[in-house]
């Protein structure tokens, strides 16, 4: 299996600034033939469930703020939000979709400072 | 709009089956992949595996021998059987598809999931 390590745990960051998360994964996830890195990015805020931001490692879905970025290749990747927003404290999963059993980062909660 | 919703009993005894259904509205189950994932209290989510609108499964091997997954589109409904369940295997449980990816006419289903369900809690104790 494809082991997902996020960092940190938890982070707290202030409105209007800057917050990372990153996600490292056990083995590649960058698919040579499309040169398309298999992740996802995910946001869960309490009593919902998740809803995808990013996949492909890098392309929002649809209607996600740009304030969301996603980068990395290969076995290192980052979300990055650029502006926090009280509407963005949640807890955010990276998923690898680049063999099954898919599986999931172990979560990163998001808080204001 | 694709919606999912989860139901079924939100207590199962130690030892007995859990079984869940979930009921797709809005568009069709074909040709699509519905999976389960699952997410004990306070921890990380776990792919379950997922089903084909066909009838093909994909299980992940660390319940492979206890899990399930079934598919009847006339009914726009798949299911999940989860055997022999202990107290390890008290989750919200959620339903979702794995999301299509369309370029130039064709579509594939890579692996994220969009939409999810709401989740079912489903508690295991005697």
């Known amino acids: 299996d494809i082991v997902m390590t996020q960092s940190p745990d938890s982070l707290a960051v202030s409105l209007g600034e800057r917050a990372t998360i990153n996600c490292k994964s056990s083995q590649t996830v960058l698919y040579s033939s499309n040169n398309k890195n298999y992740l996802a990015w995910y946001q869960q805020k309490p009593g919902q469930p998740p809803k995808v931001l990013i996949y492909?490692?890098?392309t929002r879905d649809s209607g996600v703020p740009d304030r969301f970025s996603g980068s990395g290749s290969g076995t290192d990747f980052t979300l990055t939000i650029s502006s926090l927003q009280a509407e963005d404290v949640a807890v955010y999963y990276c998923q690898q979709f680049y063999s099954t059993p898919y599986t999931f980062g172990q979560g990163t909660k998001l808080e204001i400072e | 709009q694709v919606q999912l919703q989860e139901s079924g009993p939100g207590l199962v005894k130690p030892s007995e089956t859990l079984s869940l259904t979930c009921t797709v509205s809005g568009g069709s189950m074909s040709p699509y992949y519905w999976t389960w994932i699952r997410q004990p209290p306070g921890k990380e989510l776990e792919w379950m595996g997922y089903i084909y609108s066909g009838g093909s499964t994909n299980y992940n091997p660390s319940l492979k021998s206890r899990v399930t997954i079934s598919v009847d589109t006339s009914k726009n409904q798949f299911s999940l059987k989860l055997s022999s369940v202990t107290a390890a295997d008290t989750a919200v449980y959620y339903c979702a598809r794995l999301s299509p990816y369309c370029t130039s006419g064709s579509c594939i289903s890579p692996g994220w999931f969009d939409p999810w369900g709401q989740g079912t809690l489903v508690t295991v104790s005697s």
């Open positions: 492909w490692a890098s």
